[in-house]
């Protein structure tokens, strides 16, 4: 069984640790929040000029000041600070964000990535994601593993627009997680009831398999 959104997220909140500065993407890896350890200080970070990014408010705390890069209302806490956008990504480009947490619309084989823009439709705004890429220490993807029309999303050769060539360390998708190693790209883990010919015929990405594969349980 394919891990849901939620467990995706509760997946990647493995890769946070004690005293992390964190960027979180749009969509499944904003859920990441939600499963930050209680004894882990992590601060969260905002391309909009937010540090120490709260959880959701309630109804009665909204405050259509305090929103988060998905433009979602968020809330502050008692070590919050603001700055201006040339502050916040000056500490992106400075090396002082330790781990990003990304969706993407594909990945290659080599760590290629794209999410920003499909040629042909609408972009409001190509966000921060490519200085993410070029001045986070780690990036981790969080992504369905095809899209909704079946296609692969583990390619082997991106064909949208690259937000960074090579800088993906490690693909969470819903049927298994991936990391690149100096071997290449390799699967580590399976989800529930996932089969390695599933992600066979699923993926067009050359990867291995790992030795110590995990197979999580149902």
């Known amino acids: 069984m394919p891990w849901t959104r939620e467990q995706l997220a509760a997946r990647a909140a493995h890769e946070l640790q004690n005293g992390f500065y ?3 993407g749009i ?3 904003t859920l990441v929040a939600n499963y930050i350890p209680e004894d882990m200080h992590i601060v969260l970070h905002s391309e909009n000029g937010m540090l120490g990014v709260g959880p959701f408010p309630l109804e009665s705390e909204v405050d259509p000041d305090l929103i988060n890069a998905g433009k979602q209302t968020v809330t502050e806490l008692s070590y919050t600070s603001y700055f201006d956008s040339a502050m916040s990504f ?7 964000i330790d781990l990003a947490i990304l969706g993407a619309m594909q ?3 080599n760590g290629d990535l794209a999410n920003w823009m499909v040629p042909g439709k609408l972009v409001k705004g190509m ?3 490519m200085d993410l890429v070029a001045g986070v220490k780690r990036i981790v993807v969080v992504m369905e593993h095809n899209a909704k029309d079946g296609e692969a999303k583990l390619v082997k050769q991106c064909s949208l627009p690259l937000t960074g060539a090579g800088v ?13 190693r100096a071997n290449g790209l390799e699967l580590i883990a399976l989800a529930p009831g996932v089969e390695l ?5 699923k993926t067009e990405a050359a990867y291995t ?10």
């Open 209 to 218: 398999v790992a030795k110590d594969l995990e197979k999580a349980a149902a």
């Open 127 to 129: 966000g921060g994601a």
């Open 168 to 180: 993906v360390d490690k693909i969470i998708t819903d049927l298994g997680e991936f990391e690149f």
């Open 22 to 24: 964190v960027n979180l």
């Open 197 to 201: 010919e599933e992600i066979k015929q």
């Open 27 to 29: 969509g499944i890896p």
């Open 107 to 109: 990945v290659a084989e």
């Open 90 to 96: 000056a500490m992106i480009r400075g090396g002082h």
